[in-house]
């Protein structure tokens, strides 16, 4: 049997042990709460990641956009075709100068060469104007002759306003001997006949 003091130092060591085992609970129960007041969602810690990271895509420091005003529309403008024929016309009231040419020769003279500069002239205020040149000769020599005379005649004229910058649409024809404009047989009569003729041709 156990004496007093022994009971009393048992009684002592059981009141000690049941002290330690409750303090180590409420450690226990702390350190639950803690961790529980600190433990984050999978959603929450994905915000997180999400607002700190750096935005993908953009720069800190981006470039200024230079903006350029954008190039003006060009609208080509038609002409109507009652625009050119009226130009046509205009052109066509305008006579041009006939040139004139030696017996039996196609080169220009001086002042067929003049003429021609003054025809230029009107004809680049038109450049939408047909041109015809025709070649005539006087009476004398063969009808196939006078056909190939008229037409180098009318070639001359059109190669010299090339020269000068005529773009017009033209085209050479030769009528030799034919439609005379002076039948009478003397010299200054076969000098009116021997001609390269311009005009404007209308109505086409």
């Given at each position: 049997?156990?004496?007093?003091?022994?009971?009393?130092?048992?009684?002592?060591?059981?009141?000690?042990?049941?002290?330690?085992?409750?303090?180590?609970?409420?450690?226990?129960?702390?350190?639950?709460?803690?961790?529980?007041?600190?433990?984050?969602?999978?959603?929450?810690?994905?915000?997180?990641?999400?607002?700190?990271?750096?935005?993908?895509?953009?720069?800190?420091?981006?470039?200024?956009?230079?903006?350029?005003?954008?190039?003006?529309?060009?609208?080509?403008?038609?002409?109507?075709?009652?625009?050119?024929?009226?130009?046509?016309?205009?052109?066509?009231?305008?006579?041009?100068?006939?040139?004139y040419f030696a017996f039996d020769?196609?080169?220009?003279?001086?002042?067929?060469?003049?003429?021609?500069?003054?025809?230029?002239?009107?004809?680049?205020?038109?450049?939408?104007?047909?041109?015809?040149?025709?070649?005539?000769?006087?009476?004398?020599?063969?009808?196939?002759?006078?056909l190939v005379l008229g037409e180098?005649?009318?070639?001359?004229?059109?190669?010299?306003?090339?020269?000068?910058?005529?773009?017009?649409?033209?085209?050479?024809?030769?009528?030799?001997?034919?439609?005379?404009?002076?039948?009478?047989?003397?010299?200054?009569?076969?000098?009116?006949?021997?001609?390269?003729?311009?005009?404007?041709?209308?109505?086409?």
């Amino acid at each position: 049997m156990m004496n007093q003091g022994q009971r009393v130092i048992s009684m002592a060591a059981l009141a000690g042990l049941l002290g330690a085992l409750v303090l180590a609970g409420c450690a226990t129960k702390n350190v639950a709460v803690t961790t529980a007041g600190n433990q984050t969602t999978p959603g929450q810690a994905e915000t997180k990641a999400v607002g700190n990271a750096p935005l993908k895509g953009f720069s800190k420091t981006p470039v200024e956009e230079q903006v350029t005003q954008p190039a003006p529309m060009v609208v080509a403008k038609v002409e109507q075709p009652e625009s050119q024929a009226r130009k046509a016309s205009e052109a066509a009231a305008k006579p041009l100068t006939d040139i004139y040419f030696a017996f039996d020769h196609w080169g220009l003279s001086q002042e067929g060469r003049k003429y021609l500069v003054e025809d230029a002239e009107s004809l680049k205020q038109h450049p939408e104007a047909k041109l015809v040149i025709e070649g005539y000769c006087d009476e004398r020599g063969s009808h196939e002759y006078n056909l190939v005379l008229g037409e180098k005649r009318a070639q001359e004229a059109m190669r010299y306003l090339e020269t000068l910058g005529i773009k017009n649409p033209l085209k050479v024809i030769s009528y030799g001997k034919e439609r005379q404009v002076c039948t009478e047989q003397d010299e200054s009569c076969y000098w009116k006949n021997r001609r390269a003729h311009l005009l404007i041709e209308s109505g086409k």
